[in-house]
């Protein structure tokens, strides 16, 4: 019976300190239940708001490690910084360390030959995954997309081609095993049939005209003739892509590619706007040949096709970690400098030396890595989305960028084409040499001039015990056999849908106003780049004014980017209308005796300096989360994230709040902005931030792809898109509905805002 008990008692003794110290917050039991870690005993952390600190620190990590490296990105670049890591871990692999790279398929497919070039190089011992491959019913949707019909049924009607082309697609994919088990049980394939991976290809490529070419070169090809089994999934012959290029080439000109080419470039030009401009099933279908009704399933899958990776990790040896905001990328491992090309991020990385847990730590990294409902091997991405094509054009428009007039350039790279398609080994060299020259540049052009004085840093006060939290693509409480993909969360259903950062965020507010007293005050702190938060935040954010809690010894401060600042204008311009509705229910509906004061400020644009925030710092009382978690809908409905949640580290709680201050105090660095929401108009606003849409059209040169009529509409759908996130946040809060009908409304709001 003792034994029962032990456990829980050394987790709160760890996590308290001693008996009679007074957490202010959530419960022990609260944070273990929701952790993926617990208790992290340290024997040293530090906090580090320095880029050149935070690169040097992981590059000794890597250098110094000994038996295992862990790493996961959202962003892995081929630029300078990155090529001095990238060596660095081909290094440590070849002297026997276990490397082991999870990065985000969307964002980093380009990189495919570099990944395969470390795999290759790294003695056997580097493995590289991609995390949220395309689904079993997005490539079928892909094969459908890019195949034709049989003469008989392409003369019949058009239901004729599509149900020979369904009853086709089944038998092809019916059979299929991944891994010893059918594909089918998870949503999953390896298939490239006819034109698929080239339009896959496109698609993660973002290359609008090789999508448009695989759905109209597709159109020759009778899927009949392959209802005896997939093609080949090696890559494809030199002679073949040379025929693929002639094709290309005749294509181009033609009205049917031009049309589906500029629904392609609209559908990422759109990508990051929320559910009016970026309708997936009107993108998607605009580019079938023929009608084509998408199942529930199907739309899902494609609403959810960029749930990245967003997690920062690197974890050495299972007792050091590095964790943060920070991707690995010049923009975030560098001061502004010539070899910098846009933003410098500022940024907050963690790094601990591990006493207690980092096996834990570990194992949570491998229930993601073996994920593979969601996660593929290079060999996988090599078959079902193969990169041979969108490569070789890269390679002609390279060799013909000194042409200078359109009709010179284009004769250059259809000759190219035709004439070029470099193999895997002649491209993993190119990278090499790639590799090589950035690294060298990093080393002797900028590494010399880092100031060799020391830089700020918060030391996390010796003893603190740390947990490791995550948002996960499914329940962590479900044997890995067991667990599914989940997508999204309903509101108040966050813990069973894998949000467990966001369920700690949830309960952490009504637990800090509880334990703010007159003689302790609390504070809430987002010090956060992206500020657009899902609804049902904002609702319990609403609670702490309306008298529901007693917060009335509570300061809320939230310091973010402004429209200047930041490298994502459409979550300020969202948020404008959010944070209105939530000014004007601070006005009109809060209880003067027990609401928290809030303060909303924005960074300031530094023209000698290029900065933007990228921080993702939360403060609730006496606990402190850092790590990947944005304060927006996109954190909470789609991306894998990670934080550390710290706590009993008076001191370093005592420093942190005192630089936030410092900023706030400032006049040149931050703007506080209440006076602005609770004065201006909201169609004063409205006007504002459509003149700003226009300059953002403008200055992506998306405006050129658009004719008059479809300017307007695109215009009408973005002030749509505003009127929605006013509205449906007045709902999302309004204390007059019922809370069924609050919970309805959030939820509208969340799936709506998902992609921002």
């Known amino acids: 019976m003792k034994a029962r008990f032990l456990a829980p008692l050394l987790l709160a003794l760890a996590m308290t300190g001693c008996a009679t110290q007074k957490q202010a917050g959530l419960s022990l039991d609260t944070v273990s239940q929701a952790a993926s870690a617990v208790p992290l ?55 026997g360390v276990t490397v082991r790279l999870l990065v985000d398929y969307h964002t980093n497919y380009k990189h495919l030959d570099l990944f395969s070039l470390m795999e290759k190089e790294g003695n056997g011992n580097l493995r590289v995954r991609f995390y949220n491959r395309p689904t079993r019913n997005i490539i079928k949707d892909a094969v459908y997309l890019t195949m034709g019909c049989s003469p008989e049924a392409a003369a019949a009607k058009p239901e004729a081609c599509s149900n020979e082309k369904f009853a086709a697609i089944d038998k092809l994919f019916a059979d299929e095993v991944v891994s010893g088990r059918p594909a089918a049980d998870r949503n999953i394939s390896n298939l490239a049939i006819g034109n698929s991976g080239l339009f896959l290809s496109g698609l993660y490529s973002k290359r609008g005209d090789v999508m448009a070419l695989a759905v109209q070169s597709g159109q020759q090809i009778d899927i009949k003739s392959l209802e005896g089994g997939a093609s080949s999934t090696t890559p494809e012959q030199k002679e073949q892509l040379k025929r693929l290029g002639k094709a290309y080439w005749e294509s181009r000109t033609g009205t049917p590619f031009q049309r589906l080419e500029s629904n392609a470039e609209l559908f990422f030009a759109f990508t990051m706007y929320g559910g ?112 041979d094509f969108v490569v070789t054009m890269k390679y002609a428009e390279k060799a013909c960028v000194g042409q200078t007039g359109k009709d010179e350039r284009d004769a250059c790279v259809s000759k190219e084409l035709q004439e070029t398609a470099p193999s895997l080994d002649e491209r993993m060299a190119d990278c090499r040499k790639t590799m090589e020259e950035n690294a060298r540049a990093y080393n002797e052009a900028y590494l010399p001039t880092i100031p060799k004085q020391p830089v700020q840093t918060f030391a996390v006060d010796s003893g603190s015990v740390v947990a490791y939290l995550e948002n996960l693509p499914f329940n962590k409480a479900l044997p890995p056999e067991k667990r599914l993909r989940t997508y999204g969360a309903p509101a108040g259903q966050e813990a069973n849908n894998g949000k467990y950062i966001h369920d700690i965020w949830l309960k952490e507010i009504p637990a800090v106003c509880a334990a703010a007293t007159p003689d302790a005050p609390k504070r809430l702190i987002l010090h956060n780049a992206y500020f657009f938060p899902a609804a049902n935040l904002t609702h319990e954010l609403s609670r702490m004014v309306n008298g529901d809690y007693d ?10 980017n402004s429209i200047q600042t930041t490298d994502l204008n459409v979550v300020n311009l969202a948020a404008r209308h959010v944070l209105k509705a939530f000014t004007e229910f601070y006005q009109q509906q809060s209880d003067p005796a027990k609401r928290a004061k809030f303060d909303y ?117 973005f002030v749509q898109m505003l009127n929605d996130a006013y509205e449906l946040t007045r709902g999302s809060i309004d204390t007059a509905s019922s809370a069924a009908k609050r919970r309805e409304t959030q939820d509208t709001f969340n799936g709506e805002f998902k992609p921002i």
């Open 41 to 95: 005993s340290i024997t040293e952390a530090q906090v580090i708001t320095d880029n050149d600190a935070a690169f040097l620190s992981k590059l000794r990590m890597v250098r110094n490690a000994q038996r295992s490296i862990d790493m996961m990105y959202y962003l892995y670049a081929d630029d300078h910084s990155s090529s001095v890591l990238t060596s660095a871990l081909m290094d440590a692999a070849r002297r």
């Open 276 to 387: 009016q401009l970026n309708p997936i099933k009107e993108t998607v279908t605009s580019l079938l040949p023929v009608d084509r009704k998408l199942s529930d399933d199907e739309l899902r899958d494609w609403d959810h096709l960029t749930d990245y990776l967003h997690h920062k990790l690197l974890l050495a040896d299972g007792k050091e970690l590095q964790m943060g905001g920070r991707n690995v990328e010049n923009s975030y491992h560098m001061r502004p400098n010539p070899l910098t090309s846009k933003y410098v991020f500022m940024d907050t990385d963690i790094h601990a030396l591990l006493s207690q847990g980092g096996d834990a730590v570990a194992t949570a990294f491998d229930a993601l890595w073996n994920f593979d409902t969601m996660v593929a091997s290079l060999a996988e991405v090599r078959q079902h989305a193969p990169n």
């Open 551 to 560: 917060c009335s010894n509570v300061t809320v401060t939230v310091l973010t």
């Open 601 to 717: 400020y924005e960074y300031l644009p530094r023209p000698d300096e290029p900065l933007s925030l990228h921080s993702k710092v939360s403060v609730f009382g006496d606990d402190v989360t850092i790590g990947s978690a944005n304060a927006d809908v996109r954190s909470f409905m789609m991306d894998s994230n990670n934080v550390m949640l710290v706590r009993n580290a008076p001191g370093f709680l005592t420093e942190y709040l005192a630089f936030v201050q410092r900023l706030l105090d400032d006049p040149a660095r931050t703007k506080k902005l209440n006076d602005y929401f609770a004065t201006t108009p909201r169609d004063a606003i409205l006007q504002e931030d459509l003149a700003t849409f226009r300059q953002i059209l403008a200055k992506y040169g998306v405006d050129k792809r658009l004719d008059e009529e479809q300017r307007k509409e695109a215009e009408t759908r």
